[in-house]
């Protein structure tokens, strides 16, 4: 800002910070829904379950905080290279963090359902992916906050092992139901809630793009990891 009062930079250099600043505080909010989302899960924890609906709330008021004053910077600052693409990031990433937090309170409401039901299988395949879609989104928000495309890379390249658990689970749920009608009911809710976690990291990985355009200039060239084949599965009862 050649010519600008530095007063005027200062405070310009302070909106931007407040930007990030309420991405990190979005971030953080929905990364506990889903770990207490994962918690009401394993644990069968209803009133953790409605810990996590109940921050849902907050997570709208703050995307509609964040796009209020990212429009605000435009309008007023006019930014152009690295600032302009950090603000219109910006825009983005708190709609993905309002996705995500809608998945996680999906889940949860959902471990509320299975608290009826006796599950006659293990949910370590769901643990692992709750715990690796936390630590994704985890690493995600983190690299916001340090202003890391590397960083944002790693957790982009990580999405491919969330996938292949996805897949996993989907075809054990799918032969359970197989093998007894019974567990139609439970394995369905179980199904949306894996399906949830697998678009949690979907969206991770939209942050990851996002920021990493938004410090580099130029956007990813490389496929995306994707390995969901749960689409394609073929699971045949047996003989």
Request: charged share 30%; with cysteine.
């Amino acid at each position: 800002m050649s010519g600008t009062p530095e007063h005027v930079v200062r405070s310009y250099g302070q909106e931007l910070r407040r930007l990030r600043d309420m991405i990190i505080e979005m971030g953080g909010i929905v990364e506990n829904q889903i770990a207490m989302a994962a918690e009401a899960i394993m644990s069968r924890d209803s009133e953790t379950a409605v810990r996590a609906v109940e921050g849902d709330p907050g997570v709208d008021a703050l995307e509609r905080e964040i796009e209020q004053f990212a429009i605000r910077l435009l309008a007023l600052r006019q930014p152009v290279g690295e600032d302009l693409r950090l603000i219109v990031a910006a825009f983005k990433i708190s709609s993905d963090l309002e996705r995500i937090g809608d998945y996680a309170v999906n889940a949860a409401k959902r471990s509320i359902v299975l608290d009826q039901f006796t599950l006659p299988f293990s949910l370590a395949g769901l643990a692992q992916m709750a715990r690796l879609v936390q630590q994704n989104v985890k690493r995600v928000i983190d690299a916001i906050g340090e202003n890391d495309a590397e960083a944002a890379m790693e957790a982009w390249r990580s999405d491919q092992a969330i996938d292949d658990i996805y897949t996993t689970i989907f075809r054990e749920l799918i032969t359970y139901m197989m093998e007894d009608a019974r567990n139609i009911t439970s394995c369905t809710h179980l199904l949306f809630i894996a399906k949830n976690l697998e678009r949690i990291g979907d969206h991770a990985t939209n942050i990851a793009e996002r920021l990493y355009y938004a410090v580099k200039g130029e956007p990813l060239l490389e496929a995306r990891p994707k390995s969901d084949t749960s689409p394609y599965a073929v699971v045949r009862p047996k003989e």
